[in-house]
């Protein structure tokens, strides 16, 4: 079992920076793909990066260049920079850890933190 909790989230203008954290429970925790998804008003939720549990990271093309992840496996953490935010950026950002083993899949997902790009 994972828990995971988010924060970082707030309102920032236009061309700012945020960090997003995702803390993370569970003694497994590093065996987990960890990818962090936004969901806006409307709109599908959608994969913005992800990270393997040995750090190999992609990200979407709309965030390529400007959004980073990490992760401290020894920390339990997984973090999301993310420079020169857009108004089109603004969504609830949601933590996922994800991983296949044994046949089974387990999958979890945290509550969410919003992020609001405004002048």
């Known amino acids: 079992q994972v828990q995971l909790v988010e924060s970082g989230g707030g309102l920032v203008q236009p061309g700012g920076s945020l960090r997003l954290s995702c803390a993370a429970s569970g003694s497994t925790f590093s065996t987990y793909d960890v990818n962090w998804y936004r969901q806006a008003p409307g709109k599908q939720r959608e994969l913005v990066a992800g990270?393997?549990?040995?750090?190999?990271?992609t990200s979407a093309d709309s965030v390529k260049g400007r959004f980073t992840i990490s992760r401290d496996n020894a920390k339990k953490m997984v973090y999301l920079q993310m420079n020169s935010l857009k108004p089109e950026d603004t969504a609830v950002y949601l933590c996922?850890?994800?991983?296949?083993?044994?046949?089974?899949?387990?999958?979890?997902w945290g509550q969410g933190t919003q992020v609001t790009v405004s002048s």
């Open positions: 996922n850890a994800f991983r296949r083993a044994g046949g089974a899949t387990y999958d979890y």
């Open positions: 990270i393997t549990g040995r750090g190999m990271s």
